[in-house]
């Protein structure tokens, strides 16, 4: 008999032991709000979780290059503003030069001409970011990638198939005079618009990486309401364990007590 008492009180003894550590894991489990913290709380769902999180992380850092993309473009954008507004003012200056009597007024007019000429180049040649040169750049700019998963899917920012204003040949009265206003204008037209090309090809690109990003950014936020779904904590439910699991920790202690008791009982009987 008192053999049977000591396996009932082994098996009391463990049942304890169990119900202590489901009530230590449904404790942490709401101080964290997490299901599964490791792999033993469930194998395939700790490693979705963790498949989760790093592509979260990936993206995130595809979410920072966009910044810096979208910073680069910003600063192109706006030297091809700024290229294009010079060279719509030199072509309203090559009409006033041609309709104007006055010499020392015409001077005027193609000393400020000159001087937009000068401030275009100096334009191409100054915009930059990060040591890298911005405009009629050789090279790609910056690379992109849009999943984590997969390098071959990639988006490459630069300018290497557009030409932005040449000032070379843009005379407003040509060789020593023998240039005439149509011909001016001409040339003018001609590098006015490569310059909208040039701010056109940046604008396409300023869209693309926002809408790359918007991708990006839903990507990041579906994963986590994804994982919320599976490993956020449903408090009630954890609640409910705790409550379950303290009862059942007192009435193993209650049983532990009584067959302890009861074994002494037993063995006084046997003396």
């Given amino acids: 008999m008192v053999g049977t ?10 049942f304890y032991s169990s119900t202590r550590q489901a009530l230590e894991s449904s404790l ?24 989760l999180r790093q592509d979260r992380r990936g993206y995130s850092l595809i979410q920072r290059d966009f910044g810096r993309a979208r910073s680069v473009l910003a600063v192109a954008e706006k030297a091809g503003t700024h290229v294009v507004d010079n060279v719509e003012r030199m072509k309203e200056l090559v009409k006033r030069y041609w309709s104007e ?6 001077e005027g007019i193609k000393a400020e001409y000159d001087s937009l000429k000068t401030d275009i180049d100096r334009i191409i040649e100054n915009t930059t970011y990060d040591g890298d040169q911005l405009i009629q750049n050789s090279s790609t700019v910056a690379t992109l990638y849009l999943d984590p998963n997969d390098i071959s899917k990639k988006l490459e920012i630069g300018f290497t198939n557009v030409d932005i204003v040449d000032t070379t040949n843009l005379e407003i009265d040509g060789d020593a005079g023998n240039q005439t206003e149509e011909r ?8 006015y618009g490569n ?3 040039y701010l056109g090809e940046v604008t396409g690109q300023i869209r693309s990486v926002d809408a790359h990003a918007s991708i990006t950014e839903s990507v990041i936020e579906n994963g986590n309401a994804y994982e919320s779904t599976i490993n956020e904590v449903n408090d009630a439910e954890e609640l409910n364990r705790v409550v379950t699991n303290e009862i059942r920790q007192q009435a193993s202690l209650a049983m532990l007590s009584q067959a302890s008791m009861y074994r002494m009982g037993v063995l006084s009987l046997l003396k």
């Fill in 5 to 14: 008492v000591d396996f009932s009180q082994n098996r009391i003894a463990n």
């Fill in 101 to 106: 009597e006055d010499p020392v007024v015409k």
């Fill in 184 to 191: 001016a204008l001409e040339l003018i037209d001609e590098q």
């Fill in 28 to 51: 942490q489990r709401i101080a964290s709000g997490k299901k599964f913290r490791a792999p033993e709380d469930g194998v395939p769902e700790f490693m979705k979780v963790q498949k």
């Fill in 195 to 197: 310059a909208l090309s």
